[in-house]
């Protein structure tokens, strides 16, 4: 039990805010992300035999976070398609200055409203850190296809970042 | 690659190490200032993603780790029913009075709240323990038995502990309030099981399990080794 423990802890256990923050970006509520974070950690522990490639072990992760969503969260997320609509403050990390917290909340609104066959391919490349490869195949799609997924999602994200800004000067 | 297609690449993924992307970036001044403008927006990208993350999270996934195995599923199982009923228990006790005391109220909205006990196959070390208990300005003597969840919680007055401590009869579930004021010692009964909530050195503790031994047992045990530090 305890090697197991100590594998299970070298292998994903620094993990864990990856994980909350890609969950949190999919399910848009904390206590979801919380509660879809450690049913992700059960079901690997529980299947931790199973992982035959130890390099590999972020991706197997990640996978299974995105099934448990898939088979127990995807339908409890909340109607959610701008920050206004969230019930709380997202936290930060670090403190920023007024003009980085509008630039990032347009951001994060943008993300809020983008569809999901653009916003998880984009969430796996920068919270998760995955290349190109590895996303298609957690995606079971074409490295081609990401591809063209990542280039609309950051147009999108771009084209509301400019659009915002240019409003929030011209007030 | 043109400057067009490395404005494409730029937006798929700025961190590809294809060589010709990196010539372009260094020779080419359009290409090198379209660059850093894509750095600016991958710093803003990323924090947008950077929320913090919960700082009880770690210690969820350990505790909801630490139930996987067989006998502890078992032992959580019984635990569990065990706290339920003493929910159950101290509901069906305060009914009969009229004005529940502010312990009894406590102690039944923090079992309503979080009715699982989370339990590691084996038993707490002692030295986990005692720090716990000194944290709660007690102290804990002589062999207590083996208590294989612990953790702080508010109760009236100020913080105390859920624990889940196994005996030869099964677990037993407490609640310590090293802070509350219990005038008198509150006993329940219903089918097989058996709760008490009982006043200590210091503050009270709420105990349930399902044997009148075990009770009698866990209580003498709880009255002998609790101490002020």
């Excluded at chain 1, 972020?58 to 099934?67: A, P, Y």
């Excluded at chain 2, 379209?34 to 929320?51: H, P, Q, S, V």
């Excluded at chain 2, 624990?163 to 005038?183: E, F, I, Q, S």
């Excluded at chain 2, 509150?186 to 503790?205: H, N, P, W």
Aim: aromatic share 10%.
């Amino acid at each position: 039990m305890k090697q197991k423990e100590r594998k299970f802890d070298a292998l994903i256990g620094h993990l864990s805010d990856d994980l909350y923050r890609f969950a949190f970006w999919l399910c848009k509520n904390d206590a979801l992300a919380k509660d879809l974070v450690q049913e992700t950690y059960l079901r690997a522990w529980r299947a931790l035999d199973s992982l035959k490639n130890e390099k590999a072990a972020k991706s197997w992760i990640f996978m299974i976070l995105r099934r448990e969503f898939a088979r127990l969260f995807e339908r409890k997320v909340p109607p959610i398609s701008s920050l206004d609509d969230l019930d709380f403050d997202i936290e930060d990390t670090k403190p920023m200055g007024p003009d980085d917290k509008l630039e990032i909340d347009i951001v994060r609104d943008a993300i809020l409203k983008l569809d999901k066959k653009y916003s998880e391919p984009l969430m796996l490349q920068v919270v998760g850190g995955f290349s190109c490869e590895e996303i298609a195949q957690q995606l079971n799609i074409t490295k081609s296809a990401v591809m063209t997924q990542l280039f609309r999602a950051r147009t999108k994200l771009q084209a509301a970042l400019t659009r915002e800004s240019k409003i929030g000067k011209a007030l | 690659m043109n400057y067009f297609e490395f404005r494409q690449q730029l937006l798929r993924d700025s961190f590809t190490k294809d060589e010709e992307f990196h010539r372009l970036r260094k020779e080419d001044l359009r290409c090198a200032q379209a660059y850093a403008d894509a750095m600016n927006f991958e710093k803003t990208l990323k924090r947008a993603f950077e929320i913090k993350t919960p700082d009880t999270l770690k210690d969820s996934i350990v505790l909801r780790q630490a139930t996987q195995n067989t006998n502890a599923h078992l032992i959580r199982r019984y635990a569990i029913a065990a706290t339920i009923f003493l929910t159950f228990v101290i509901m069906s006790s305060t009914w009969y009075i009229k004005q529940p005391g502010p312990i009894e109220k406590f102690v039944i909205e923090a079992l309503m709240m979080e009715p699982e006990i989370y339990m590691s196959d084996e038993a707490l070390p002692q030295h986990q323990i005692d720090e716990l208990f000194a944290s709660l300005n007690t102290k804990i003597d002589g062999d207590f038995g083996q208590i294989h969840f612990m953790k702080t919680c508010p109760t009236p007055g100020g913080t105390g502990a859920r624990m889940v401590l196994m005996t030869d009869h099964g677990p037993v579930t407490l609640l310590y309030m090293p802070k509350a004021n219990l005038n008198e010692r509150i006993d329940f009964e219903l089918e097989k099981y058996r709760g008490s909530i009982v006043a200590m050195e210091t503050g009270a503790v709420a105990i349930n399990g399902d044997n009148k031994q075990q009770l009698s047992y866990v209580e003498a045990r709880l009255q002998n080794s609790i101490s002020m530090l």
